[in-house]
């Protein structure tokens, strides 16, 4: 394990005592790293608004922040302990409302994702850095104060290197669970525990996956749970209940 892999490991990743491989995502459906991934033409604009959010009004550790390698730029958080995908997807709808919230939907992407009626039933964000498929360029994670040169080529086109990356993640610090459920309150969110969401385990940089087994959760029960949590975004809800229709 490198100095990156041991920062990624110890901010966004779910340790793994079964077999011994971290994930964004467990087997269990619990994560550590929430994502806001906001495109152009809102951009530095709007990223630069929500990490001041964040930081001053919410009193929360410093995000990292990433050009994207594609579009736009993310903003990742850590937190100390593993919520559920769907508790930690509210939570960034409430966040994103809160200070994206005159930015078009379609420009923000908010990462874990849970969706009821795939296989498998949640995806996340890749860790960063990342060479991107589509645009053939990287993905990095990038000084807050330096963020605003990279507003018009959201990338690198070469590998970044892994000392400097690791260099920047060493100086971040995780939401503690005191904060995360003050936080809540300020952003008016229920404390009522979502189920947990089997997905597959992607961990490292290597987006390899393994399937959950049918014995992690029941999936009527699972659909069920989403379909009638009051704080789930309703268009998921509705999925539910489409997947539970005969």
Avoid at 54 to 75: H, N
Avoid at 113 to 124: D, G, I, L, N
Wanted: with cysteine; glycine share 6%; aromatic share 4%.
């Amino acid at each position: 394990m490198n100095r990156l892999q041991a920062e990624q490991r110890r901010l966004y990743l779910v340790p793994n005592t079964a077999d011994g491989v971290d994930a964004l995502i467990d087997a269990q459906g619990q994560v550590r790293a929430m994502v806001v991934d906001v495109a152009q033409p809102a951009g530095w604009a709007a990223v630069a608004a929500l990490c001041q959010g964040i930081q001053d009004e919410l009193d929360l550790p410093t995000p990292a922040i990433a050009v994207s390698g594609g579009t736009g730029f993310q903003v990742w958080l850590s937190l100390a302990e593993p919520v559920s995908v769907l508790q930690a997807q509210t939570f960034l709808a409430a966040l994103c409302q809160r200070f994206l919230g005159t930015v078009p939907a379609r420009h923000v992407q908010r990462m874990p994702v849970a969706e009821p009626s795939a296989t498998p039933p949640a995806r996340h964000a890749s860790l960063v850095p990342a060479l991107q498929g589509a645009t053939g360029r990287w993905s990095a994670f990038v000084a807050p104060g330096l963020a605003s040169m990279f507003a018009d080529e959201p990338w690198l086109d070469v590998r970044p290197g892994i000392d400097a990356q690791a260099q920047l993640l060493s100086r971040l610090e995780s939401i503690s669970v005191a904060d995360f459920a003050r936080t809540k309150q300020e952003l008016g969110l229920s404390d009522t525990p979502a189920a947990p969401l089997p997905v597959a385990t992607t961990g490292g940089n290597s987006g390899a996956a393994t399937a959950p087994t049918n014995t992690e959760i029941d999936p009527r029960r699972f659909l069920l749970s989403v379909m009638n949590d009051p704080a789930v975004e309703m268009r998921l809800r509705i999925e539910a209940a489409k997947a539970l229709l005969p």
